[in-house]
Structures are given as structure tokens and as C-alpha cells.
């Protein structure tokens, strides 16, 4: 009779092995588990009733002040641990026929609201950035000039090639993924191919910007 932290291993190694998911996604899950699954996680999995996990999963929503997008992700890891464990025989129940029952009010989750001024650089903002990196170049204040100049992602940055470059274009068709194995190291992992399939593409580089990728 394994408790829920064994499960869920077991089912991430599982996943692991068949390629389902990538080492990077593995370490995310593991981080929402430890966040989200602390005071069940040494339960014995088969000991635990659909009442008790339904008043876990709304306490947990409550003590943690659980947006709608935070509870997404620890919904991922029930549903996972939940149909392996049915799967084994480890329960008798379907955890999404039990989800499907349990009653959610919109006030249950923490609203989170942000000023424009609180996600994006404005105008002047970018202007001094931009002037900062300019006047002071090394590896990374290129990099991050590069970024701005083209919206490239930090993770297809990280992953280019000389060969990925063309004096106005630069080709997208991998992306950087990092992860954590057991011991807590760290790992960086170039994947050939971006995150979404509308990735691959050229970025057009601006002429008078083409001296940053040059100076490579």
C-alpha cells in the first residue's frame, strides 16, 4: 500500500521512460508537487477516501490562496496520480469523475490584477534600458539588446548557432530547457525543436542592428 509521494515517482518515472514528458517538465512537477502535496504526501493512497481528497483539495485552495492558474497545475498532478493509481488497482474511484462532482466557486480563487506599468517596459523605460546596454557591451547586455530588438525568447537566445545567422535573419529552430535532477543540479538541455511549432521561423533582424549579432 504505497503512500501518494510513491505513487507520484512512480508515475514520473514512468512518463520519463516512454518519453512522454521532458526532464525540464519533470523538475516542474516535482516543485508543484512539494508545494502543493505536503500534508497528504505520506498518506497511503489506497486510505484515502474522495471526501477527504475533495476537503484537501479546497483547503489547499484556500490556505495557499490558489489563483485559477495555480490550481490548473495541481489539478495536472491529481489527475495524473489519480488515474495511475486506478490503473494499479491502488483505488476504486475515477478522479475525474470525482473532480466533475466537487463545486467550485469563482470566489474561492485569489484574483490577481496588475497595473500596465507592472508587466511591460513603457516608452522611456526602454529608451534608458536600451541606451544602459548599449553603453555598457559584453555577452549578456548584447544578448538582452538582441531580445529586445527582436522579441526573440531567452531559451532560443541561449540556443543559437553561428550557423543559425544570416546577416538580416536569424533562423529559430531550437530552444534551451533547464532542469534539476535528483541531487538538486542543475541541468541545460538544447532541444531541436522550439516550444510550439509556429517557432521555426526567420526573425528579421533590423539594419541598424545587425552590428549586436556581429559582434559575436
Known sequence: CPTIATVFEEWME???DRGEIEKSTYSRYERDFTRYFTKIKDCRIQSVTELELEDFIKRTIQEQKLT????????????GIFRYAKKKKLVNFSIKTMMDDVEFSKNEFQKVSHED???????DEETKMVKYLEENQDLINLGLLLLFKTGLRIGELTSLN????????????????IYQDKDGKTHYDVKNFPKTEAGVRDVIVPDNCKWIHLLR
Open 14 to 16: 514512468v512518463r520519463l
Open 68 to 79: 485559477r492558474k495555480a490550481f490548473s497545475n495541481m489539478r495536472t498532478l491529481l489527475y
Open 117 to 123: 506599468n507592472e508587466q511591460v517596459f513603457m516608452l
Open 162 to 177: 553561428k550557423e543559425d545567422i544570416h546577416e538580416n535573419l536569424i533562423h529559430i529552430s531550437k530552444t534551451e530547457t
